[in-house]
């Protein structure tokens, strides 16, 4: 999950809280095609999909430093602070459902799932949404080892266009379905998505190189970089001008790019640092859970589907089954920021730095 920047940017972690609700929506929310949603709900469709390029480019926006540095003694924390919730949380979500299988069959796991989430984080019947910490951990070992054999100037420049190049060239070719599509569920999504998830990189990476520029620009140029930000991610959804790439695994595309590059300007050049602090302070004591909310929300939303809002069964139409279940995700959010911020509070080290 993207780190915090050293200089905080209350847009950008105002962005991450946002985008965790995205993960809800998107595992949980009954919902139409967005050809047939209008209006607001159109909006909230596509933010389902853009938590995870906005995290990916974060992710890369925030540690370009260290991959151009070549420190090892970073790459080694970077790897034990991607490693732990990724092994702990697969264990916990095991355990969790092991036992409540007992009582419940529909919730049935078994030691094959439990490798293929500890191997590739994709599990059906597990934390499923692990294949971005696993193409996390591909990735930065990587761009790392790109960066330690590639050793010249503007080596950052050269090697985020290439991740761009090999990314879109992937997608919008046959390889996509030549490589990937013939692949079992726990292999498909975690590899065939490592190259969807290179232009996002690529782009983090690239605005991290402009980021002195991009600081430099006057109060009015930042406003107007926020609103074409706004406008672009307007345009590409609404108006789907982008080529549509040879899909696969999701995520592919460079309309999605495109998004994700727009909401990412406008809320990095807001103004939110001129709101009163209390406002920094919430949002700073909120986003530090995002990486937890991301690890948990799908446990709790299991829980929350099967033993609360089953009882008693609603009868109602489509349509305000769909707001219905919009609510009910709004609670699975709020739940799963709750939980995070318990469980930091165990007098154990790994109960807060798998959650923050």
């Avoid at 389902?48 to 992710?59: C, E, S």
Wanted: include cysteine.
């Amino acid at each position: 999950m993207a780190e915090t920047p050293k200089k905080i940017n209350v847009g950008l972690n105002l962005l991450r809280i946002v985008l965790t609700f995205g993960f809800v929506l998107d595992h949980f929310w009954i919902r139409d095609s967005p050809g047939i949603l209008t209006g607001i709900e159109r909006a909230v469709w596509h933010m389902r999909t853009l938590a995870v390029p906005a995290f990916m480019t974060m992710t890369f926006f925030f540690t370009a430093d260290h991959f151009r540095a070549g420190d090892a003694s970073w790459l080694k924390k970077r790897f034990v602070r991607l490693y732990e919730p990724f092994i702990f949380w697969a264990l916990a979500y095991w355990v969790l459902r092991m036992g409540v299988s007992v009582f419940n069959p529909e919730y049935a796991t078994s030691f094959h799932d439990l490798a293929w989430q500890l191997v590739l984080g994709s599990s059906r019947t597990l934390t499923m949404q692990f294949w971005f910490h696993a193409d996390l951990i591909i990735l930065t070992a990587a761009f790392f080892l790109a960066f330690r054999v590639v050793r010249i100037a503007k080596a950052n420049l050269y090697l985020a266009l290439g991740a761009i190049a090999v990314g879109f060239t992937v997608q919008y070719t046959p390889l996509n379905a030549m490589m990937f599509s013939g692949m079992g569920f726990e292999t498909k999504y975690p590899l065939g998505r490592v190259f969807a998830m290179l232009p996002y990189a690529g782009a983090g990476f690239l605005m991290a190189a402009a980021k002195r520029r991009i600081d430099a620009l006057s109060a009015g140029e930042k406003v107007v970089s926020a609103l074409f930000g706004l406008w672009l991610a307007w345009f590409v959804i609404y108006w789907n001008v982008c080529p549509n790439p040879h899909e696969v695994v999701g995520y592919e595309g460079l309309g999605m790019n495109l998004i994700a590059w727009g909401v990412m300007a406008a809320f990095y050049h807001i103004p939110f640092h001129r709101l009163p602090a209390a406002f920094e302070k919430a949002v700073l004591a909120v986003s530090r859970y995002a990486m937890g909310v991301y690890c948990v929300h799908l446990a709790l939303g299991w829980l929350f589907y099967d033993y609360v809002l089953r009882l008693p069964k609603i009868e109602t139409s489509y349509g305000e089954m769909r707001a219905f279940s919009f609510a009910a995700c709004l609670a699975v959010w709020a739940l799963s920021y709750a939980f995070c911020a318990l469980f930091a509070r165990i007098p154990l080290g790994i109960c807060r730095r798998v959650v923050e």
